[in-house]
């Protein structure tokens, strides 16, 4: 099984405990991942009682898989933003994301952070045309881009756009310590502590445990929100996973880069405890929907090797990523009447300033503060022509797999999410669901959700 390089270089871990009685407090947020935990800390920071919950242990999900990236410059964005939603909302959708690198600036320490630019590159006519209309996008917002050739690949690069004074972050080491930050302020986290079922007229989580919890908000950072059904969020995000390859490097890069051209790539380096790291990431496709995938690690390790010069991966990671079908994500209450639900999903890949972009977004809307990202944001958002199309691509792709999972005689288990037929992921071995996402170990425990109940593997 592959390894994620961030989970094997992060800081001796801190063990919280499980939960082992009924509590009450103010907020509880669902979720251990950077999302959860920045919500617990600026809400401890304003004096509110909060409790986090993880099923497994923090940071171990899309965060400590991630390519580590903390930028507002999020591949070719700004351009569509504008013609989505007006120069106004493009731009405030920058400034929360300029906003979330400032403070992921202000509370690192050591290798924890390293500034650095972040570059989009160009390698045909097409490509240098898509950062012409970008560069004139971040002219129309304000944003300090360069539009030049700004590259130490060694690749032929017809144009590059550079976002100066950005920031890349070791994420799991980040989250670790803004977690003991959220402790430090008030907030208590409790790991291995699943929860099985609510209750939210009269606001009670129950626990696999057995215990209780009385909140009085809840926000709830999952991946796929146990109770999206509510405003059928579910059937408004496609899960895509990608794959990420690392290994040794002698010279670390000042910038970190995307591809604007197919096949997409992201480049970085690491520097951690001395020693540097080459992240190479791309290759991709819908969650769930293929089985030999150890194609994606074997196609990075040989550009690693024939393009880069360095030696085979040391270390393979994959990560799988909700999107909305508008490029924001969703934070906010889940339904107007539901006000003290609150919702935190579909980060499309960018989900580290997104993260604390949206837990920001949160954190005012509990304590009566005002944000001007909370509309652009808001769940409610989504047009109906846009779910529609959404909600029949991924219904379709339920009743389909639903239906060969129940019909057809197969190996392949069952998700106990909703029915749908797993497909076996040779190189990550596991069970992956094409439906919703969830994901389970071989020995069919649950490793991410929706899904909240193992697979019956007899």
């Avoid at 731009?91 to 929360?96: L, M, Q």
């Avoid at 160009?122 to 950062?131: A, D, H, I, R």
């Avoid at 024939?306 to 909305?324: E, H, I």
């Avoid at 797993?422 to 071989?442: I, V």
Wanted: glycine share 8%; charged share 20%; proline share 3%.
């Amino acid at each position: 099984m592959n390894h994620s390089l961030w989970l094997q270089t992060a800081y001796r871990r801190d063990s919280y405990p499980a939960l082992d009685k009924d509590l009450s407090c103010d907020v509880c947020i669902i979720g251990g991942g950077l999302s959860g935990i920045a919500n617990a800390y600026f809400l401890a920071q304003e004096g509110k009682d909060v409790i986090l919950l993880e099923k497994d242990e923090i940071l171990r999900g899309a965060t400590g898989n991630s390519t580590g990236k903390l930028t507002a410059q999020h591949d070719i964005v700004y351009t569509d933003l504008i013609k989505q939603f007006g120069r106004d909302n493009a731009k405030i959708y920058y400034e929360a994301n300029a906003q979330a690198v400032l403070f992921g600036k202000s509370i690192t320490e050591g290798d924890e952070l390293r500034n650095a630019d972040s570059i989009l590159f160009s390698q045909t006519k097409y490509g240098t045309e898509l950062l012409q209309d970008e560069k004139r996008a971040y002219d129309d917002l304000g944003i300090v881009g360069e539009l030049g050739r700004n590259s130490e690949l060694p690749l032929k690069t017809e144009a590059t756009l550079t976002l100066s004074g950005e920031a890349q972050i070791h994420p799991v080491r980040f989250g670790q310590h803004l977690a003991k930050l959220a402790v430090q302020a008030g907030a208590r986290i409790f790991e291995k502590s699943d929860v099985r079922t609510m209750d939210l007229k009269n606001r009670l989580l129950y626990m696999a445990s057995g215990h209780e919890i009385q909140f009085n908000e809840l926000v709830l950072c999952t991946h796929y929100p146990i109770e999206a059904l509510r405003g059928l969020q579910i059937l408004k995000l496609i899960v895509n996973r990608s794959y990420i390859v690392s290994a040794p490097a002698n010279m670390p890069l000042t910038g970190q880069y995307i591809s604007v051209d197919n096949p997409k790539r992201s480049v970085r380096t690491a520097y951690i405890d001395g020693k540097t790291h080459f992240l190479l990431s791309g290759e991709g496709h819908q969650a769930g929907t293929e089985k030999e995938t150890q194609v994606h690690y074997e196609t990075l390790s040989s550009e690693l090797r024939n393009v880069y010069q360095l030696d085979a991966m040391k270390y393979g990671w994959s990560a799988q990523d909700p999107q909305t079908p508008d490029l924001i994500p969703y934070a906010g209450c889940i339904s107007r009447s539901m006000p003290y639900v609150y919702l935190n999903t579909g980060f499309r890949k960018w989900g580290l300033s997104n993260s604390i972009a949206s837990a920001r977004i949160i954190s005012d809307q509990i304590v009566g503060r005002q944000n001007k990202a909370a509309s652009l944001y808001a769940p409610d958002r989504t047009g109906f022509g846009s779910f529609l199309v959404q909600a029949l691509k991924n219904t379709g792709l339920v009743l389909r797999e639903f239906t060969g999972g129940h019909i057809s005689r197969t190996n392949s288990p069952i998700c106990t999410h909703m029915g749908c037929r797993t497909r076996w992921n040779e190189a990550d071995q596991t069970w992956d669901c094409p439906c919703h996402g969830s994901r389970f170990r071989q020995d069919g425990s649950v490793l991410e959700g929706p899904a909240m109940k193992p697979l019956d593997l007899e």
